[in-house]
């Protein structure tokens, strides 16, 4: 009997002594729910509501999942977006963006010119200086896409050099998204010459860009930050987010102060 008590003592001992011995084990439902937590936030798809829509716009309702904290239980909340009608799926590319660039001497950067576009956006009712761009048709490549937009909207021919990843123009008001499609125009060629000269607009814009007053505008590789700046000032115009911070960056790489 005393043999038996103190094998007991020992045993209880030991285990008072685990660090392991106050640990519950996880159950399946905390090991579920660990688990689920890890993924959110996350949108649940299947609670959007379409609130109202247009031939190009749809504005919806999204319900999305957050971890409950200690003050609250309720897991949802809500979010607005504009969605495009044309959007085929959350993962489809709605557009391209082209960063095209003139090369006049091969040897001598200076002198490229960057192609962007200046035109009248209703919804800032103004116009802005942004770089060409256009919406992907069904089944198209974006490559192609790019090369089918640049001509309808500058009249150049380019060469597609790369086409990035979709990146997102405004994520906190919609889920659309572009590839930045970057092109070579080479001024040698005849075509791109002889529209090089041309002053009035290009046949090749659509009705809805030609009542805009859509037009290429080409600005200097070198002091393109500075370009921006100035037509700020002396023609009140809007730059693209996107385009201000290309313009940007670029200038950080010239070694300037921004």
Same mark, same amino acid.
């Given at each position: 009997?005393?043999?038996?008590?103190?094998?007991?003592?020992?045993?209880?001992?030991?285990?008072?002594?685990?660090?392991?011995?106050?640990?519950?084990?996880?159950?399946?439902?905390?090991?579920?729910?660990?688990?689920?937590?890890?993924?959110?936030?996350?949108?649940?798809?299947?609670?959007?509501?379409?609130?109202?829509?247009?031939?190009?716009?749809?504005?919806?309702?999204?319900?999305?999942?957050?971890?409950?904290?200690?003050?609250?239980?309720?897991?949802?909340?809500?979010?607005?977006?504009?969605?495009?009608?044309?959007?085929?799926?959350?993962?489809?590319?709605?557009?391209?963006?082209?960063?095209?660039?003139?090369?006049?001497?091969?040897?001598?950067?200076?002198?490229?010119?960057?192609?962007?576009?200046?035109?009248?956006?209703?919804?800032?009712?103004?116009?802005?200086?942004?770089?060409?761009?256009?919406?992907?048709?069904?089944?198209?490549?974006?490559?192609?896409?790019?090369?089918?937009?640049?001509?309808?909207?500058?009249?150049?021919? #380019?060469?597609? %050099?790369?086409?990035?990843?979709? &990146?997102?123009?405004?994520?906190?008001?919609? =889920? !659309?998204? @572009?590839?930045?499609?970057?092109?070579?125009?080479?001024?040698?060629?005849?075509?791109?010459?002889?529209?090089?000269?041309?002053?009035?607009?290009?046949?090749?814009?659509?009705?809805?860009?030609?009542?805009?007053?859509?037009?290429?505008?080409?600005?200097?590789?070198?002091?393109?930050?500075?370009?921006?700046?100035?037509?700020?000032?002396?023609? #009140?115009?809007? %730059?693209?987010?996107?385009?201000? &911070?290309?313009?940007?960056?670029?200038?950080? =790489? !010239?070694? @300037?102060?921004?």
């Amino acid at each position: 009997m005393l043999l038996n008590r103190r094998l007991l003592l020992t045993s209880l001992s030991t285990r008072l002594r685990s660090p392991f011995l106050h640990l519950p084990h996880p159950s399946a439902a905390m090991l579920s729910s660990s688990a689920n937590n890890s993924d959110l936030p996350c949108v649940d798809h299947g609670l959007t509501e379409t609130i109202g829509t247009t031939r190009w716009m749809r504005l919806e309702t999204l319900s999305y999942r957050v971890a409950p904290d200690e003050d609250s239980s309720n897991t949802i909340r809500k979010w607005d977006r504009a969605v495009r009608t044309t959007k085929k799926s959350e993962d489809s590319v709605d557009a391209v963006v082209i960063l095209a660039i003139l090369q006049y001497d091969e040897n001598d950067p200076s002198k490229d010119e960057i192609v962007c576009v200046k035109q009248f956006r209703p919804p800032v009712d103004g116009y802005t200086i942004e770089l060409p761009a256009g919406l992907i048709d069904p089944n198209e490549d974006p490559a192609v896409a790019a090369a089918r937009e640049f001509k309808e909207e500058t009249g150049y021919i #380019g060469t597609v %050099i790369s086409v990035s990843p979709p &990146s997102f123009l405004s994520p906190g008001l919609t =889920n !659309e998204s @572009a590839c930045m499609v970057r092109m070579k125009v080479d001024m040698t060629d005849e075509h791109n010459a002889k529209n090089h000269k041309r002053t009035e607009a290009n046949d090749g814009l659509e009705g809805c860009e030609k009542d805009r007053g859509l037009e290429k505008l080409l600005l200097p590789r070198i002091g393109f930050l500075d370009a921006l700046h100035m037509l700020q000032k002396r023609d #009140g115009v809007k %730059i693209f987010a996107a385009l201000y &911070s290309l313009a940007v960056g670029m200038c950080i =790489n !010239e070694g @300037a102060q921004v």
